[in-house]
């Protein structure tokens, strides 16, 4: 899983041509599951903003004792909150 991407990495990481990515990236803009972070037609960055808030409620609920940081405080550092 890759929740930030371009379309070059995309093609690297599914084995697709990147004409076929890129179809793919502006169908998932589309039915916002992808949105673009970078402006411009070169070098532009995607993000997955769900698989994002998704890994983040993990890493605070594997980072507090009792699983839920409302509860109990982290005992490492953590990533804020959505």
């Known amino acids: ?3 930030v991407l371009t379309v070059r990495s995309a093609a690297a990481l599914t084995g697709r041509s990147a004409q076929a990515v890129n179809e793919a990236v ?3 803009v589309d039915a916002d599951v992808l949105r673009q972070v ?3 037609r070169r070098n532009r960055a ?3 903003p769900e ?3 998704a890994f983040t409620y993990l890493e605070r609920r594997l980072a507090s004792p009792h699983g839920d940081t409302l509860l109990s405080p982290p005992r490492r550092r953590t990533p804020r909150g959505p």
């Open 1 to 3: 899983m890759a929740p």
């Open 26 to 28: 502006h169908r998932l």
């Open 38 to 40: 970078t402006v411009g």
């Open 46 to 48: 995607f993000e997955a």
């Open 51 to 53: 698989a994002i808030d």
